[in-house]
């Protein structure tokens, strides 16, 4: 069974710093994997995809890396705000029906 | 266009009774999944529809859960005799369908059980 983990579980940095987030999965039969954002009460907002053939993707100020055969992914922020501030979750795409399953999360709270 | 919408956003209900959950997916999209994200929990497959296909029922919980998707666009998840352990945000997703595609989610259902 596929699992996923994210850390840390929180984090709080002063705007403008560079910051990780990890997230790593137990198989690697995967088909891609998803960072997606979350606002307090609001759905997910898909940020990133990658494909398992896929080393990295980047938008913007936003670069995630993929390393299959290790089963770990990164999220990397740069130049952060506090617009930036929500819980960030990564998933993997798995199976004949192309589930998603995620990890618990990271909160991140971005400090003017 | 527009998103995914999902009604209502909040449901209140005592524990015993029945709820109905609906989903609008995006025009055109085939794939339509349902999940819960509970407390602790994390976010969890429940439902997953995929044009006329059979449903993938794998993730349900148990069998007072239910669910259906009409023509091929609007799903409802239905819950009989719910549970205070029911209390979740509901969420569901479209894709173009497929294949493992990117996944659009709308803003979920928070069921609270007394």
């Known amino acids: 069974k596929q699992e996923v983990t994210q850390i840390p579980a929180a984090l709080s940095v002063p705007e403008g710093e560079n910051l990780v987030l990890n997230c790593s999965f137990t198989?690697?039969?995967?088909?891609?994997l998803q960072w997606f954002r979350q606002d307090p009460g609001k759905g997910l907002t898909s940020l990133l995809l990658?494909?398992?053939?896929?080393r990295e993707q980047t938008s913007g100020r936003l670069n995630a890396s993929l390393d299959k055969s290790s089963g770990r992914s990164t999220l990397y922020i740069a130049a952060s705000q506090p617009g930036d501030s929500a819980t960030y979750l990564c998933?993997?795409?798995?199976?004949?029906?192309?589930?998603?399953?995620f990890g618990k999360g990271t909160l991140l709270t971005v400090n003017p | 266009g527009a998103g995914v919408s999902q009604s209502p956003s909040n449901k209140v209900t005592e524990k015993g009774k029945d709820v109905e959950l609906r989903c609008d997916p995006i025009?055109?999209?085939?794939?339509l999944y349902w999940y819960r994200q509970s407390l602790g929990q994390g976010l969890e497959f429940l439902i997953y529809?995929?044009?006329?296909?059979?449903?993938?029922k794998s993730g349900l919980p148990s069998d007072r859960f239910s669910a259906e998707r009409t023509g091929g666009s609007v799903s409802t998840l239905t819950i009989q005799r719910t549970q205070q352990e029911d209390s979740a945000v509901y969420l569901c997703?479209?894709?173009?369908?497929?294949?493992?595609?990117?996944?659009?989610f709308g803003p979920g259902t928070r069921l609270t059980v007394l």
């Open positions: 997703a479209s894709s173009q369908g497929g294949g493992p595609d990117t996944q659009y």
């Open positions: 198989d690697s039969a995967i088909y891609n």
């Open positions: 990658i494909q398992s053939s896929q």
């Open positions: 998933a993997v795409t798995g199976g004949s029906n192309y589930k998603l399953t």
């Open positions: 025009s055109g999209h085939t794939a």
């Open positions: 529809f995929q044009g006329n296909s059979a449903p993938d």
